[in-house]
């Protein structure tokens, strides 16, 4: 299949690149370089051992676009491109709801425009929100997100369903990721967060390397075995394997799918799994907990397996092995 991927030089669409031409299709990617390295993408290829197609546009800019599909005959897409720093979101509301929002619009009405009949999505585990028990399973209520960002993921998917349901032909999978961490098992290509990382294994990859002092953990007095959150934390090849079998998958309409292991681990576990696997000391301390955080999160991964006939392979050594072995070889990112 020929697949477009919007904010396809991003963290996890550079890793499904990879796993997409492995599997015998074409990737077709479109980036801004908004929050993304055009180094990401010569990588790509050179992981690949092929030139991938790419085109430098914002997927808002509709017309500009347009110029793809007549260059390609695409058959789905995977809609990666968006805003996704929460803590951002919370400070710069419009923007999140303008360019999310925007982004999917263009990218739907170009797939009615086109005759394109698929489309996957990055979802979120996030729309959840307060979920009242674990694991999180695809039918349970959504809402009550603690973001803006959180909130557009929960917009995207009722625009998507309504979009199915008023054009019959249309199929989408929503992915709502949970966690994902680790990087290609080459150290070639990874997660290059803008500034200092928000997320728990970037921010314990930078202390690793010296870059940052000290992990803040935040809370140690939550509901959970040892106080610290807990997440279903998962490896990011795994994750960009979902993504293959969700374009083969033949879905009718619209299907949500959780992408996660269905095993939660503690921030405290993380934190030792990385010394142990590494055999790097890791310097915390035990901080405030962070606003809008839950105690845990984690899937309920047997619908992906049902359908997908997919699940996650890698063990939280490989996570944290992988995580250290693109960070101490790119300690400053794709920008060297
Ligand atoms: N944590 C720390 N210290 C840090 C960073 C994180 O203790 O410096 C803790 C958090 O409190 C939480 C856990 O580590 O318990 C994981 O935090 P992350 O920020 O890595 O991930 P979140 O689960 O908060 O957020 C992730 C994605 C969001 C998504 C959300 C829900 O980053 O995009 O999952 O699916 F919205």
Not at 46 to 65: H, N, R, T
Not at 226 to 253: M, N, P, Q, S, W
Request: hydrophobic share 35%.
């Amino acid at each position: 299949m020929k697949i477009l991927l919007t904010g396809g030089a991003g963290y996890i669409a550079s890793h499904t690149c990879i796993e997409l031409v492995k599997s015998g299709h074409t990737p077709i990617i479109v980036d801004n370089f908004y929050n993304s390295q055009k180094e990401a993408i010569s990588r790509v290829e050179e992981l690949c051992g092929q030139s991938i197609p790419f085109y430098e546009i914002d997927v808002c800019d509709k017309e500009a676009m347009s110029v793809i599909f007549k260059e390609h005959t695409i058959d789905a897409i995977i809609h990666f491109a968006g805003y996704k720093a929460v803590g951002e979101s919370v400070a710069k509301p419009l923007a999140y709801y303008k360019n999310n929002i925007d982004s999917t619009i263009s990218v739907c009405e170009l797939m009615k425009e086109n005759g394109v009949t698929k489309i996957v999505f990055s979802s979120s585990a996030t729309v959840y929100g307060l979920a009242e028990k674990v694991p999180l399973k695809e039918d349970m209520p959504t809402g009550g997100c603690t973001n803006p960002y959180g909130w557009t993921k929960y917009m995207i998917e009722q625009i998507l369903t309504d979009f199915a349901n008023a054009n019959k032909e249309m199929n989408v999978v929503l992915l709502r990721y949970f966690n994902p961490v680790g990087a290609h098992e080459s150290g070639r290509i990874g997660e290059d967060p803008v500034g200092i990382p928000n997320n728990l294994m970037p921010y314990i990859c930078q202390v690793a390397v010296g870059k940052l002092k000290q992990l803040a953990i935040f809370g140690d007095d939550y509901p959970t075995p040892d106080g610290t959150g807990v997440r279903d934390y998962i490896h990011v090849v795994d994750l960009a394997l979902g993504h293959v079998a969700a374009c083969e998958f033949d879905c009718k309409g619209v299907e949500v799918i959780n992408l996660g292991t269905g095993v939660g681990y503690s921030v405290l576990d993380m934190v030792k799994a990385f010394e142990e696997a590494n055999g790097i000391k890791i310097n915390y301390t035990i901080a405030p907990r962070r606003p809008g955080d839950i105690a845990t999160c984690y899937s309920d991964a047997t619908k992906a397996k049902k359908l997908l006939h997919w699940e996650a392979k890698h063990t939280l050594v490989d996570m944290c092995k992988d995580s250290w072995n693109w960070q101490k070889n790119n300690p400053k990112g794709y920008n060297k």
